[in-house]
């Protein structure tokens, strides 16, 4: 069946450090990547998604590139900020005929210090 | 634009009660999904519905759980003899189907806690 794997955490770094967060999956058929995030205290936001191969999805500052010959979909920022300190979840979703549900990794939490 | 909305925000119970919940999806989405989320996990799919079909049940969904969307709106998860190990946050996502990528909006949960 269709699964996630990420990296475990918890991830520290300084501000203004680089950030990789790696994320491989198993899927059948063309699956939909996505990365969320959870901020403390809040529900589950969408960061960025790719939907085919060789996408690059990109939201505040966050880049994941959709490989399909590496099974990966690696989240990096150039420079993370105090403020990205949040739990990180990869995830895919299936063709239509699997409904759409999300698989979801076990997340990984970042914690940035000033 | 109003986003996906739950209620109760946290239920404390013990265990052998009946527990509902309430989700309200955004309004021109016509898929609701429901998620089981445990600490330190990600989320779990538990079940879909498209309107008013329920279209897929995981089997982490026993008999005691049941979920319903009258009317394609909102949606309600019961949970019947709760347990101790139903504690958990329970999501809700909507979607459309209209462009194919199925982006999740989720709203900010139910926390259970069963005593």
């Known amino acids: 069946g269709n699964s996630v794997t990420q990296m475990e955490g918890p991830v520290t770094l300084s501000e203004e450090a680089f950030l990789t967060i790696n994320c491989t999956y198993t899927a059948t058929g063309y699956p939909s990547l996505f990365w969320y995030v959870q901020y403390p205290g809040e529900g589950l936001q969408l960061l960025l998604k790719a939907t085919k191969a060789d996408d690059k999805g990109s939201n505040k500052g966050f880049e994941a590139t959709y490989r399909k010959e590496t099974t990966s979909f690696h989240l990096e920022k150039g420079s993370v900020q105090v403020s990205d300190s949040a739990v990180y979840f990869c995830?895919?979703?299936?063709?239509?005929?699997?409904?759409?549900?999300?698989?979801f990794g076990q997340g990984t939490e970042l914690s940035v210090k000033p | 634009d109003t986003g996906v909305s739950q209620d109760p925000r946290h239920k404390i119970t013990k265990r052998g009660q009946n527990v509902t919940f309430r989700c309200d999806p955004i309004?021109?989405?016509?898929?609701l999904y429901w998620y089981r989320q445990t600490l330190g996990q990600g989320p779990e799919f538990l079940t879909y519905f498209q309107n008013e079909a329920q279209l897929e049940k995981s089997r982490l969904l026993s008999d005691r759980f049941s979920a319903e969307r009258p009317k394609g709106s909102f949606s309600t998860l019961e949970i019947q003899r709760t347990e101790q190990g139903d504690s958990a946050m329970y999501l809700c996502?909507?979607?459309?189907?209209?462009?194919?990528?199925?982006?999740?909006?989720f709203g900010p949960g139910t926390r259970l806690t069963v005593t």
């Open positions: 996502a909507s979607s459309t189907t209209g462009t194919g990528n199925y982006e999740q909006y």
């Open positions: 995830a895919l979703s299936g063709s239509y005929n699997q409904g759409g549900k999300l698989i």
């Open positions: 309004s021109e989405h016509n898929r």
